[in-house]
């Protein structure tokens, strides 16, 4: 534990004794020694974005404003599990067994490669590969590389249950061993990660088996286990490792390999792949990402390099390309990413092995340049005492890491590691995920990096710096990572590291960007800072908008973190609350984290004022006291579905407390706030007003940005003035009918206008008499020394839609109808059409009856559509509206409607999901302007109806069911009504 952290026991009592006598005492306390600071804060390059490659450039450039107010500096390529597989020039060659050599002084756009030599089973984010150990083709293989001859490779196999087993049959390559070891293990349970890193060997050796030929046919007397492993001695195989093209377990005459109800575990995949071919011209390259982060502030590049099916060779193009040739003077660069983990490319690895690679690639990298800053091991977990180092033999994985480097740095008298890297996620649950839970989970990050600590210190010598170079709540995804106490628990997390490795720290929560995705609890959400807008809304971060981890980030490196401020021991009276602080000379800030569902009210007391004993206002603790919030008043996430949105969507709000009269800081329900105690203030006086800096509005969304005379125009902005004060705002309209314009008066959340971060919520109702014509709202914030941010906001006033035109009702028979159908792949994949007539008022409808198959290598769900020809009139359009009845026997099945539109040259289109309606009809509308793209592609603002091609609704997902239409109509805001059949058609 950190000395300071203990010293607080020293001082609580006695300024516990002084907060009982005081008449304003919270039942709460939150005691600071503020007499024993520690590691200085140096804030200096600490923020990092993952700008990945699987986003489009456009993604970027909407995020720019996030990133430049959110303080980040540092930005990581080409992405976390795909730097593994990334290949940073597509200027090369293979050679015979999968390496890929890149050019050193010419460049072309790089692309990803997935293992030739795979033996460990692959299902990540929709990526899902069978070994080759057992996928029933002798012409693929599985090769064990021998990096360390005490640490030669090995096989696991993991059973979802006990299996019986009586005999194995394994076909070798080329490279094949003497002889192995057959083992079982003994226990009913290997818990996670699982054997193949088990801290304790509870393998038991059923025997040792000669190989003679290239097939050996073992039979055993039956065992009953879950688990087996295949292992080696390095005096039997061959100097390159071992190479098997097939494997069988039987029980009886049945190969329990030979479907998929297992999962292979192989360690020491040699590295060597090929290029994937359902996931090419990826247009965020190396060169993008250099020419974007150009544009942002003090940007730097933080590269991680393919260490999983790449080479050090390549490796070290990458630096003399771009170091030498281009002259990019990159410093910092990563080797892999969580090489530990069975999730990515080549992986797992054992901590010796990595080792060895990591060294390998540290040689060969810092001989290009020596003046580069080396990143290791990315490892995958905060929990430094869960991994083994891969040989059961009690050692943890990060300690043997650092052991072994430390011992190359002694013996060749130089740093090979220069900063100690690696990811917390430290929150699983398999059920429905709750606050509570995960907040409480996150406290386990702090000794655990005490622990890494003491390790640093004993293997390593000279401080390193310390790169959190991905964090969040979890990997998983569910609503609660949207919503507030997502923030609280990021931001503990942070503080947590900042509290230990304040001096040398760098964090990049995870991620940028990330689409949701469903988790465990069947609800929908990601960790990311940014969340695609909602639909029909505006946003100053153009086609994004924040998410709760943006904020929690914000508060935690905005707020709280302060240059040249110590780190000082707190501690809390309350089992609710979890307190961080900081200070420098009478100035404090403690950040508080609630982790229970009830707001807390707890008060700050410092050891220097129960020292001096202070009582006068203006000194000691009756100084000038700043609290900022965030919690459900800020930022709630309405719904669980993928179109779900935040409501309120404010950042922190900031209020002044007067701690003459009441200490009380109250914490909202799961929610974070930060304290400043005699914060610095520029532009008070006369003297500092031109030295105040210019307020910023760093958030500002608008719910509907196209509405009818009668709505009401509803509005939140959160702005900020650092190191100073906020002291009004306005929101005005002009072209504002008889009145000419409206001005409002913007109202904080508290109602006062006095800290140094302020939101607010405005609704301007427009009257019913209101013509139609775009408009402008202009957001006003004044801050200390007269400085104003000013922000125009685009909206429209809109005639009322009516239906103009009947595109197809289908009462006319199939010859009529002008489409045609897409079935993707070359597959069973079909789709065909077949219309039902019927009697007035609805008359006929289609039926487009689906069956979809899935290619086994297409990592995205495959589809089948109806393409509709479009009349001309749709281009003077403002929407359709549509009826419709769907069905899919595939629970993870869906619909969509796809807009294709000539603005789109990528085929990222304009989208919207359907409702499976399990075959009950709906009437849906959609509005061009408010509709927007599937997200992976170049961002286009708006969908021009002018640009439309076609319609185009889609079933995805393998499985079979139906679309069925009727009544497609077009929608205008002027012309004549032709009226749509009123009600909808009965289930048929």
């Avoid at 760098?506 to 990601?526: C, E, H, I, M, S």
Wanted: aromatic share 12%.
């Amino acid at each position: 534990m950190n000395k300071n952290l203990r010293r607080i026991s020293k001082t609580a009592a006695a300024i516990l004794g002084l907060c009982a006598g005081a008449s304003f005492a919270a039942q709460n306390a939150v005691i600071v020694d503020d007499l024993h600071p520690g590691v200085v804060i140096d804030k200096q390059n600490m923020m990092a974005a993952d700008l990945a490659i699987w986003n489009p450039p456009s993604r970027y450039y909407d995020m720019t404003n996030a990133l430049v107010d959110g303080g980040y500096t540092l930005f990581r390529f080409p992405n976390g599990s795909l730097s593994n597989d990334y290949h940073w020039n597509g200027i090369g060659s293979y050679d015979s067994t999968g390496l890929w050599t890149a050019d050193t002084t010419k460049w072309a756009r790089g692309f990803l490669g997935e293992t030739i030599y795979r033996g460990t089973t692959k299902d990540n984010y929709g990526f899902v590969r069978r070994s080759h150990l057992a996928d029933g083709k002798k012409e693929t293989m599985w090769w064990g590389e021998v990096l360390d001859p005490v640490d030669p490779p090995w096989i696991v196999v993991e059973f979802p249950e006990k299996m019986n087993l009586d005999s194995l049959q394994i076909d070798w390559g080329e490279l094949r061993p003497k002889a192995f070891e057959f083992a079982y293990w003994t226990t009913d349970y290997a818990e996670y990660p699982g054997v193949h890193q088990a801290l304790e060997n509870k393998l038991k050796t059923e025997s040792v088996v000669r190989v003679n030929s290239e097939t050996t046919k073992y039979k055993f007397a039956q065992i009953r286990t879950r688990y087996v492993a295949i292992r080696f001695k390095t005096p039997d195989l061959p100097s390159k490792g071992v190479q098997i093209r097939e494997m069988k377990l039987f029980s009886g005459e049945s190969d329990l390999l030979e479907g998929n109800n297992y999962k292979f575990y192989a360690m020491s995949t040699r590295n060597g792949d090929k290029a994937r071919t359902d996931w090419t011209d990826i247009k965020w390259d190396f060169e993008e990402f250099m020419k974007y982060i150009k544009t942002l502030p003090n940007a730097q590049a933080v590269i991680c390099v393919n260490a999983g099916t790449g080479t050090s060779k390549e490796a070290a193009a990458w630096v003399r390309y771009a170091n030498k040739v281009k002259g990019y003077n990159i410093k910092q660069w990563q080797i892999g990413n969580e090489l530990d983990g069975e999730w990515e490319e080549s992986g797992p690895i054992s901590a010796r092995h990595y080792a060895a690679r990591y060294l390998e690639y540290a040689r060969a990298m810092k001989a290009v340049d020596s003046t580069i800053v080396l990143h290791g091991p990315l490892f995958s977990t905060h929990k430094m005492q869960q991994k083994g180092a891969g040989l059961l033999d009690g050692k943890y994985w990060m300690e043997e890491f650092l052991r072994i480097v430390g011992e190359a740095e002694k013996k060749d008298g130089k740093r090979y590691l220069d900063v100690v890297d690696l990811h917390n996620y430290p929150y699983w649950t398999p059920n429905e995920p709750k606050p509570a839970e995960m907040l409480k989970a996150m406290l386990d990050v702090g000794p655990n990096m005490d622990t890494l600590d003491v390790w640093m210190k004993r293997h390593l010598e000279g401080e390193r710096r310390v790169f959190l170079s991905e964090f969040s709540t979890c990997v998983q995804g569910f609503s609660l990572l949207m919503d507030y106490p997502q923030a609280t628990a990021v931001a503990s997390v942070f503080a947590q590291h900042a509290m230990r490795f304040g001096n040398r720290l760098q964090v990049l929560p995870w991620d940028a960007f990330g689409n949701l995705f469903k988790g465990p609890d069947d609800t929908w959400g990601t960790i990311s800072m940014t969340a695609l807008l909602k639909e029909g809304s505006w946003n100053y971060w153009k086609s994004l908008e924040p998410t709760a981890e943006y904020y929690g980030m914000y508060m935690t490196y905005k707020q709280f973190l302060e240059d040249g401020f110590a780190v000082l021991p707190v501690s809390s009276t309350s089992p609710d609350v979890e307190a961080y602080a900081i200070g420098k000379g009478d100035s404090v800030r403690v950040m508080l984290v609630n982790l229970s569902e009830v707001p807390q009210v707890v008060q700050i007391d410092r050891a220097s004022v129960a020292a001096t004993g202070s009582t006068e206002v203006g000194k000691g603790d009756l100084v000038r006291t700043e609290v900022d919030i965030f919690g459900a008043e800020q930022f709630k996430w309405v719904g669980t579905r993928q179109d779900a949105f935040p409501y309120p969507k404010m950042g922190p709000s900031g209020r002044r407390i007067n701690p003459s009269k009441s200490k009380d800081i109250t914490i909202p329900a799961f929610g974070l706030a930060v304290v400043r105690i005699n914060p610095k203030v520029v532009g008070l006086d006369e003297a500092s007003k031109a030295q105040a800096s210019q307020p910023q509005i760093i958030a500002a969304a608008l719910e509907k940005k196209v509405l009818l005379a009668g709505d009401t125009i509803d509005l939140f902005v959160t702005a900020v003035q650092e190191n100073g004060q906020l002291t009004n705002g306005s929101v005005s309209v002009g072209n504002w009918g008889k009145r000419g314009m409206i001005e409002v008066a913007a109202v904080p959340d508290d109602g006062k206008w006095n800290a140094s971060i302020e939101s607010f919520h405005v609704k301007i109702p427009i009257p019913p008499e209101m013509y139609s014509a775009p408009r402008e709202l202009r957001v006003v914030v004044r801050g200390l020394g007269g400085k104003v941010a000013v922000l125009n906001i685009p909206f429209r006033v809109r005639g009322a839609y009516r239906t103009t035109m009947a595109m197809q009702n289908f009462d006319n028979g199939l010859d009529a109808v002008d489409w045609f159908p897409v079935a993707n792949g070359d597959n069973s994949t079909t789709i065909g059409a077949k219309v039902f007539n019927g009697a007035p008022p609805h008359g006929g409808f289609i039926r487009h009856d689906f069956q979809i198959e899935q290619p086994p290598a297409q990592g995205w769900p495959n589809f089948a559509g109806a393409y509709y020809v479009i009349p001309e009139e749709v281009h003077n359009s403002v929407g359709i509206v549509f009826d419709y009845a769907t069905n899919h026997n595939n629970p993870d099945g869906y619909f969509e409607v796809q807009i294709a539109s000539s603005q789109v040259e990528d085929y990222d289109e304009f989208m919207v999901r359907l409702k499976n309606t399990r075959g009950s009809w709906v009437r849906d509308t959609l509005i061009w302007e408010n509709m927007k793209q599937e997200g992976w592609g170049k961002t286009i603002p708006q969908l021009d109806p002018k640009k439309i091609k076609n319609f185009a609704f889609r079933a995805r997902h393998s499985g079979m069911g139906y679309i069925s239409l009727d009544n497609i109509y077009l929608l205008g805001e002027d012309g004549e009504e032709i009226p749509m059949p009123r009600g909808l058609r009965r289930l048929r």
